[in-house]
């Protein structure tokens, strides 16, 4: 009498976007073209982006309300944001479980931070972390390597949150396709 539904999931319109490419949540290709005629981005990620292209984001984001992840790293090498903002895009538009992290998630970190910093290593996010006196760590989205132990995961979601603001939140989760064993972006204000 009753058959069962199936819960169509609402994949999320993501796009990544670095200096020479643009990489969308399905795993195709774009132009920047692409980018600017469509207004109806979830989220973009944009890292090792020129000024010139900062700025045509950034008038992106102010006419059409489209909400951009502007990623850096402590040094000059960019290539860490490229990893941690290629596996945000593939944990946000896959189905791995748990499936615990959201576009939610990253725009609210966005909304909270005025800089968010990308780290491919956990000890150089912590040592990071605790030499960092300007500015406040608000919060964070780690993505750990499922051959991680639960205790090694434990320990350092713990040491993260510990060097955080007492408001500071990390949304934590695992995410199988790693070459670094760690991806995680924190916000700084």
């Known amino acids: 009498m009753f058959e069962p539904t199936e819960l169509q999931r609402c994949q999320p319109k993501l796009a990544l976007v670095t200096a020479t490419a643009v990489r969308l949540s399905d795993g195709s290709s774009a132009n920047w073209r692409a980018i600017e005629s469509d207004s109806c981005w979830d989220l973009i990620l944009a890292c090792g982006l020129s000024q010139r292209q900062h700025q045509k984001l950034a008038e992106l984001t102010e006419l059409q309300g489209v909400c951009v992840a502007n990623i850096e790293t402590p040094t000059a090498d960019s290539q860490a944001a490229v990893n941690v903002a290629e596996h945000l895009l593939g944990k946000l538009s896959s189905r791995t479980m748990p ?45 750990a390597d499922v051959s991680l132990s639960l205790s090694t995961y434990e320990q350092r979601c713990q040491q993260l949150i510990s060097l955080m603001s007492d408001a500071g939140y990390l949304c934590s989760t695992f995410y199988p396709h790693h070459n670094r064993g760690c991806s995680l972006l924190l916000g700084f204000r």
Request: contains cysteine.
């Open 99 to 143: 499936n615990n992290l959201g576009v939610a998630d990253i725009r609210n970190l966005i909304f909270q931070a005025a800089k968010l910093i990308a780290f491919d290593d956990m000890s150089e996010a912590l040592a990071y972390l605790r030499s960092n006196t300007s500015t406040i760590c608000v919060g964070g989205i780690y993505l």
